[in-house]
């Protein structure tokens, strides 16, 4: 059984930056897509970034070139860094894994995501 868990938030300055990481455990060789969502106070989960298991990533416009996601095969672990920070950026930060697609690359919808971490909470002031 897959889990996940995420740490690094925190509370930061508008402007700085912070590096989440997502730790993976149980039945991890079935997972080939990992990415990050975030969903803020009255607002809908909405993804961030993606990584499949050989590396391709994908981006929301929203976090392009402030965001760069990465990962440890080896140790099943997810690092996102988050660069030039911005109020808009708060929100609670949740890791999600799958497994393969059919075709195309890994999806950045929540409802195509199987597994779920708990989240972690990120506030820029």
């Known amino acids: 059984h897959v889990q996940l868990v995420e740490s690094g938030g925190g509370s930061v300055q508008a402007g700085g930056s912070l590096r989440l990481t997502c730790e993976g455990s149980?039945?991890?060789?079935?997972?080939?897509?990992m990415a990050w969502f975030r969903q803020a106070p009255g607002k809908q989960r909405g993804g961030v970034a993606n990584?499949?298991?050989?590396?391709?990533?994908g981006y929301a416009d929203s976090v392009k070139g402030r965001f760069t996601i990465s990962q440890d095969n080896a140790e099943n672990t997810l690092y996102p860094q988050i660069t030039s920070l911005k109020a808009e950026d708060t929100a609670m930060y949740y890791c999600?894994?799958?497994?393969?697609?059919?075709?195309?690359?890994?999806?950045?919808?929540?409802?195509?995501?199987?597994?779920w971490g708990q989240g972690t909470q990120v506030t820029v002031s």
């Open positions: 999600a894994a799958r497994g393969p697609v059919a075709y195309g690359a890994c999806p950045l919808l929540a409802d195509d995501y199987s597994y």
């Open positions: 149980g039945g991890f060789y079935s997972i080939w897509c």
């Open positions: 990584i499949d298991f050989d590396g391709r990533t």
